[in-house]
Nanobody
Framework: QVQLVESGGGLVQPGGSLRLSCAASGNIDDIGVRGWYRQSPGKQRELVAQ?????????NYLESVKGRFTISRDNAKQMVWLQMNNLKPEDTAVYYC???????????????WGQGTQVTVSS
């Protein structure tokens, strides 16, 4: 089976920084696009950042996090990170790792999700 494990969430003051990590493991043949989503109470889950898991892959960011958040990856390590700088209270949410993965025994890939990690930005 495939597992995505997130870490790095926590409580920070406005203007602070956090770095989220997501490790993929299992019978993985290939990982395509990877992304970070977030959801706060009363709101829909939204895409924060995504990155194509191949050479020259592009990135996309939620408009409100551009210039503050950076997504990166290491295909060999099957890792993805989200560096979050200049955090604001409105960034408070549960952050979820997402990846499109094809296993070693499947012809088609599927979306997988991490368990989520809480990020709280407060004074």
């Amino acid at each position: 089976q495939v597992q995505l494990v997130e870490s790095g969430g926590g409580l920070v003051q406005p203007g602070g920084s956090l770095r989220l990590s997501c490790a993929a493991s299992g019978n993985i043949d290939d990982i395509g696009v990877r992304g970070w989503y977030r959801q706060s109470p009363g709101k829909q889950r939204e895409l924060v950042a995504q990155i194509i898991s191949n050479s020259g892959g592009g990135t996309n960011y939620l408009e409100s996090v551009k210039g503050r958040f950076t997504i990166s990856r290491d295909n060999a390590k099957q890792m993805v990170w989200l560096q979050m700088n200049n955090l604001k209270p409105e960034d408070t949410a549960v952050y979820y790792c997402n990846a499109f993965i094809r296993t070693t025994q499947a012809a088609f890939g599927s979306n997988y999700w991490g368990q989520g990690t809480q990020v709280t930005v407060s004074s």
